[in-house]
Nanobody, 125 residues
Framework: QVQLLESGGGLVQAGGSLRLSCTAS????????MGWYRQAPGKQRELVATVTSGGTTGYADFVKGRFTISRDNAKNTVYLEMNRLTPEDTAVYYC???????????????????WGRGTQVTVSS
């Protein structure tokens, strides 16, 4: 079972910065794409940013120029550097990992879509 553990959320004033981290645990051979999503109260979960194993990144328009996603493949870890935060960025941020090749009793399997439990980010005005 792939487990994703997020950290780095918290309370910050508008204009401030936070750095989120997410590490995938297990005997993992490879991870295709990792990313961050967020869900604000009363709203649907939305994509924030993604990064492939080759380093190709993608961002939602509302975070371009403010957030930076990166990953350390050796550590199975993805990061989200968030700058110039606004109250509209307040949400639970979820880590996602797609195409995780992980060892099991038969050798390995591929877990297609995996989620962390989320970390709260609150931006005060």
């Amino acid at each position: 079972q792939v487990q994703l553990l997020e950290s780095g959320g918290g309370l910050v004033q508008a204009g401030g910065s936070l750095r989120l981290s997410c590490t995938a645990s297990g005997t993992i051979f490879s991870i295709n794409a990792m990313g961050w999503y967020r869900q604000a109260p009363g709203k649907q979960r939305e994509l924030v940013a993604t990064v492939t194993s080759g380093g190709t990144t993608g961002y939602a328009d509302f975070v371009k120029g403010r957030f930076t996603i990166s990953r350390d493949n050796a550590k199975n870890t993805v990061y989200l550097e968030m700058n110039r935060l606004t109250p509209e960025d307040t949400a639970v941020y979820y880590c996602n990992a797609k195409g995780v090749r992980i060892a099991d009793s038969r050798g390995f399997r591929v877990d297609a879509d995996n989620w962390g439990r989320g970390t709260q980010v609150t931006v005060s005005s």
